[in-house]
């Protein structure tokens, strides 16, 4: 009678902490971003901060790194896990990641199951909002003072080639933030963090190495069929490898480059605020604006003050290609008849020009939702 050899555990260790050895460089750095981001959080043993752990090399590498920062401060982290159940094996992942946070000595360890259904930006995008609704759902439910996610530079870089992929603008070349908040229909909103943004991905695995950690590989990491997959499994190697692409600068290159576009971005959007809140009538049921003061303003900040308008109704961000058809809307071109509209935007927004001479032109905007 034969038996089907013993099936290693997808995710291990650590079986005791703290580690016996002395920290290596990347727990250093580790633990100086992770206490640098989190200063002034005000996070307490009744206000922990909670860690989004998967069971990857970068979220068990986090959680190791906010346990060695628990066990020398007075902060306490618990820690988040969540069972997507998009694959047969990730329930007995998330049950093992809890029992290494636990060991870690994280408090509280939150496992919850999250049921994902694809819509028209795909599963990734999909499980990604659910995950980050829970979030704000589990922190509220402890009173957490935010939740860290393991995001790296590896991360940064990758998401600064689909940007501009997307000519989607500077706030896409940005990248990923180090600190956002994110709301939840029902909730108030909660802080995000991601203090491993300027670690590698080699870093979380030393950092994993130290711990005792044997970090569970996705294979749907490997699935090509995810823009995200082939950016890091084929583009960002070619870009790197002095062969085929630029060499090891580029790296590093995108990931300065996202942390520019970040604060340039940060002054374009204040600017913006503050003149969006100077021009806006708001109106039962509408938002207007004297379009010869929109005429007076840069492009960049105009594509804006637009942006702010329509997401004033719970739309998304417009299309660059939208945000060009209101730009004509704001300058008609000269010399032949051009329409006043409506343009209409995803989330049932639509935007019209009211006629009128150069005092009396508006531009306005007008939630279009469906009738029953």
């Not at 939150?110 to 909002?129: F, I, W, Y």
């Not at 082939?230 to 290159?253: I, W, Y």
Request: proline share 7%; hydrophobic share 40%.
């Amino acid at each position: 009678m034969s038996t089907s050899p013993p099936v290693d555990p997808p995710l291990s260790g650590p079986d005791a902490w703290p580690p016996s050895s002395a920290w290596p460089a990347a727990v250093h750095s580790g633990v100086k971003a992770l206490r640098a981001l989190v200063d002034g959080w005000s996070a307490s043993q009744d206000q922990p901060i909670l860690v989004g752990v998967s069971g990857g090399a970068d979220s068990m590498a986090l959680a190791a790194l906010a346990a060695e920062t628990q066990r020398t401060t007075g902060l306490t982290f618990g820690a988040l896990i969540f069972d997507h159940q998009l694959q047969e094996i990730t329930a007995q992942v998330a049950h093992q990641a809890a029992r290494s946070c636990t060991v870690m000595g994280l408090q509280p360890v939150m496992l919850r199951k999250l049921t994902v259904v694809s819509g028209r930006d795909g599963l990734e995008a999909a499980a990604r909002q659910a995950r980050y609704d829970a979030f704000v759902q589990c922190a509220h439910e402890i009173q957490a003072a935010g939740v860290l996610t393991a995001h790296t530079a590896n991360d940064q870089a990758e998401q600064v080639l689909l940007g501009l992929s997307r000519g989607s603008g500077l706030r896409s070349i940005a990248g990923i933030r180090k600190q956002r908040t994110h709301d939840a229909p029902g909730y108030a909103p909660v802080r995000i963090g991601r203090p491993l943004l300027e670690l590698t991905r080699e870093a979380t695995e030393r950092i994993c190495a130290w711990a005792g950690i044997r970090y569970f590989e996705d294979p749907m990491n490997r699935d090509d069929a995810i823009a995200r997959i082939r950016v890091r499994r084929h583009l960002l190697p070619a870009l790197v490898n002095p062969s085929t692409g630029l060499g090891p600068g580029v790296f590093s290159g995108l990931v300065t480059t996202a942390s520019l576009a970040a604060d340039d971005a940060a002054v374009l959007e204040d600017i913006a605020d503050a003149t969006y809140r100077e021009l806006v009538i708001e109106e039962p049921h509408q938002l207007s604006f004297s379009l010869k003061a929109l005429q007076r303003l840069p492009p960049a900040i105009l594509r804006r003050v637009i942006a702010i308008a329509v997401q004033h109704f719970g739309a998304p961000q417009p299309s660059f290609e939208r945000l060009a058809a209101i730009q004509e809307l704001v300058f008609p071109p000269l010399g032949r008849s051009s329409s006043s509209g409506p343009i209409q935007l995803e989330g049932h927004v639509s935007l019209y020009r009211k006629k009128g001479d150069e005092e009396y032109a508006k531009l306005l905007v007008i939630p279009s939702y469906p009738r029953d």
